[in-house]
């Protein structure tokens, strides 16, 4: 009987917490599911770090992490997710950023030293989509055979012939008739070990409602509000507050920006003016609120001998379906 080796890539593995850098996070056009995926890959290093940066979720990362992952698995049971490694994997593939991307492959590269097969989804539309399928080689091993791809509810371009060989990199056209979830698999045999096989997830484009609630003041207003909510799904909130200020007179002029949310805040860093001149400060949140919440998002200045020239608050709101 041959010997089936499955990819590692089954399983969640150390590489995909690379995925759920803070850095990489784009608050203003992530998905709810997007961004359920990635509060599932958070690990403790990942979640200090969103917790400094402000990059994460304001009301699920206060407290110690064991907190935060009982909050975090309440959400997920509420909202259903139960994405496996290989979905969960692909929804943080398609948003993350090049240079996030190469530090993922690098480690996966690293971890099939065994060899194996990656395979993942790009350019993904409504349609169609792009799976890549790489095979890294190991001792004993060289081109993958008899190769089958099998996507059910997707269609593969049709250069491709089932049970070639595959040697490095082959992308591969899928087109589908329906617009949900599809899943796939692909297997091949290489050296005297056997099967080889991964499977890969072709995610439906997110159709979901964005709104944007925003307010702006002028000169020498030191505080700016949005109410959001409430909404009879759960939303994700990308919150941005600006703020500009002048000197105004001598004796230590100062000031400061901080947004608030309910559970939290940011606390701009204190600018000291040191002669006559403007200076601004932005900061940006990403919240989730629950179905049936409100919440009111503020922006504040505080000064001392320097005076406001205006302030910004922005709430974009994205809506599941």
């Given at each position: 009987?041959?010997?089936?080796?499955?990819?590692?890539?089954?399983?969640?593995?150390?590489?995909?917490?690379?995925?759920?850098?803070?850095?990489?996070?784009?608050?203003?056009?992530?998905?709810?599911?997007?961004?359920?995926?990635?509060?599932?890959?958070?690990?403790?290093?990942?979640?200090?770090?969103?917790?400094?940066?402000?990059?994460?979720?304001?009301?699920?990362?206060?407290?110690?992490?064991?907190?935060?992952?009982?909050?975090?698995?309440?959400?997920?049971?509420?909202?259903?997710?139960?994405?496996?490694?290989?979905?969960?994997?692909?929804?943080?593939?398609?948003?993350?950023?090049?240079?996030?991307?190469?530090?993922?492959?690098?480690?996966?590269?690293?971890?099939?030293?065994?060899?194996?097969?990656?395979?993942?989804?790009?350019?993904?539309?409504?349609?169609?989509?792009?799976?890549?399928?790489?095979?890294?080689?190991?001792?004993?091993?060289?081109?993958?055979?008899?190769?089958?791809?099998?996507?059910?509810?997707?269609?593969?371009?049709?250069?491709?012939?089932?049970?070639?060989s595959i040697d490095g990199t082959k992308r591969l056209l899928i087109t589908r008739e329906s617009s949900k979830d599809l899943r796939g698999i692909v297997n091949g045999v290489a050296g005297n070990s056997g099967d080889y096989s991964a499977s890969f997830f072709f995610p439906a484009v997110d159709k979901t409602t964005t709104k944007l609630i925003s307010e702006s003041k002028g000169k020498y207003s030191d505080r700016v509000h949005v109410n959001v909510g409430p909404y009879d799904k759960p939303s994700t909130i990308a919150v941005r507050v600006d703020g500009r200020s002048e000197y105004e007179s001598p004796g230590d002029p100062w000031f400061r920006v901080d947004l608030i949310a309910p559970g939290r805040s940011i606390v701009g860093p204190t600018y000291k003016f040191k002669a006559r001149e403007e200076s601004s400060q932005s900061h940006s949140m990403f919240y989730f609120l629950p179905a049936g919440a409100i919440a009111e998002f503020s922006g504040e200045m505080h000064n001392e001998h320097a005076v406001s020239l205006g302030m910004s608050i922005e709430a974009r709101v994205t809506l599941t379906n």
């Open positions: 009987m041959a010997k089936v080796a499955i990819s590692p890539l089954e399983k969640p593995l150390d590489c995909d917490a690379i995925l759920a850098t803070p850095r990489d996070i784009t608050v203003d056009n992530w998905s709810w599911r997007e961004t359920l995926a990635w509060l599932q890959t958070l690990d403790e290093k990942n979640w200090e770090e969103s917790g400094k940066s402000g990059a994460g979720t304001l009301d699920f990362l206060g407290g110690s992490y064991s907190e935060f992952d009982k909050k975090r698995r309440a959400l997920l049971s509420t909202n259903n997710y139960n994405y496996d490694a290989t979905a969960t994997r692909q929804l943080l593939i398609q948003k993350t950023n090049p240079q996030v991307f190469e530090q993922w492959g690098n480690c996966v590269q690293a971890q099939l030293s065994q060899g194996g097969i990656i395979c993942y989804l790009e350019d993904i539309r409504e349609k169609a989509g792009t799976l890549v399928v790489q095979w890294r080689t190991a001792p004993g091993l060289k081109e993958l055979r008899d190769v089958q791809v099998i996507c059910d509810g997707g269609q593969i371009e049709r250069s491709f012939k089932q049970g070639a």
